[in-house]
């Protein structure tokens, strides 16, 4: 059933580790990515291993912080000030989610702008909303790398972004914005969402609600663009598009797992490398 192409994500990313590794090969210094983890959320010890490895087989000099689930917010805050103050880190990513009784964002505001590899800091926010050059989040990135892979014209097509978060749904509908599509960002909260969906020509999908969409809220043709992973009852990893359906509807599709997934950690070694570059300059 499936006429839709397949967007490899695992393809795309590979030839992305390969350039950040020449590149960094090039330089005089190593790069360094200090990777920061409370607690031992499994989910996220599987994530933050994954970082380390990637980043070290692409010549970063990466090393995991792990601190114990009751770190308190002015400690996590000391190791933040520290690793600012560390010449040889260009890069810091504190993992989300942090345990309950840490306040995510004066954490997130801790970190030196110039090292915020994963573009959450308010100063790259607004960087990033102003159409200025920033580190941008990782994840909304890598949809744009797979959407330039793919050979979409982004230009005047109608995007749709569903969901609305600080981490994926705004920054993606600022970089579509930037290259010129024309956005919707749609929601819960959102009238006739499978209507809404189906004027897409891109659909982009980050709600975290297993198979949510439809084939009935994609148009004909249309690039589907899944960034959910979900984890099903029965232990399959879903994403946020009932696939099997959709990329009978859809022009090209990209699959959970192998599609968004193995971008994010590609486009942090690139914003690290990018960070090292513009420090060190
Ligand atoms: N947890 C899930 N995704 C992310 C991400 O992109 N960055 C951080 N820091 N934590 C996350």
């Known amino acids: 059933m499936t006429q839709a192409r397949i967007i490899d994500g695992k393809q795309v990313a590979a030839d ?16 360094g990515l200090a990777v920061v983890l409370v607690g031992e959320d499994p989910a996220s ?18 090393r995991t912080i792990r601190l114990p689930a009751t770190t308190t917010q002015p400690e996590l805050l000391a190791v933040v000030h520290g690793l600012n103050a560390d010449d040889s880190v260009d890069g810091i990513l504190v993992q989300l989610p942090l345990p309950a009784h840490i306040e995510s964002r004066p954490v997130l ?18 960087r990033l909303h102003e159409g200025r050059p920033t580190l941008v ?7 744009m790398k797979l959407l330039a892979a793919t050979g979409v014209n982004l230009r005047g097509a109608r995007a749709l972004v569903l969901g609305r978060s600080a981490i994926v749904g705004k ?41 949510m969409v439809r084939a009935d809220w994609v148009a004909p043709g249309a690039v589907v663009i ?34 968004v ?21």
Do not use: W
């Not at 505001?109 to 607004?126: L, M, R, S, T």
């Not at 193995?262 to 300059?281: D, F, K, S, V």
């Open 137 to 143: 989040p990782c994840t909304p990135l890598g949809v």
């Open 16 to 31: 992305l580790r390969d350039s950040v590794a020449a590149r960094t090969a090039q330089l005089s210094y190593k790069p």
């Open 45 to 62: 010890s599987v994530y933050v291993r994954s970082k380390d490895r990637a980043a070290n087989a692409a010549g970063i000099a990466a």
């Open 109 to 126: 505001e801790a970190i030196d702008p110039a090292k915020d590899v994963d573009g959450f800091h308010p100063v790259n926010v607004g």
């Open 171 to 211: 920054p993606m509908a600022a970089l579509l914005t930037a290259a010129d599509a024309t956005v919707t960002i749609a929601h819960s909260r959102t009238r006739d969402l499978p209507a809404e969906c189906r004027r897409a020509e891109i659909l982009v999908a980050a709600v975290g609600r297993a198979e």
């Open 261 to 281: 997934g193995p971008m994010t950690i590609a486009c942090l070694l690139e914003n690290t490398l990018l960070a090292a570059e513009a420090r060190r300059r």
């Open 226 to 259: 899944d960034v959910g992973i979900n984890r099903l009852p029965d232990g399959r990893l879903v994403g946020d598009v009932a696939y099997d359906e959709c990329a009978a509807v859809a022009g090209a599709i990209t699959p959970v797992p192998g599609g």
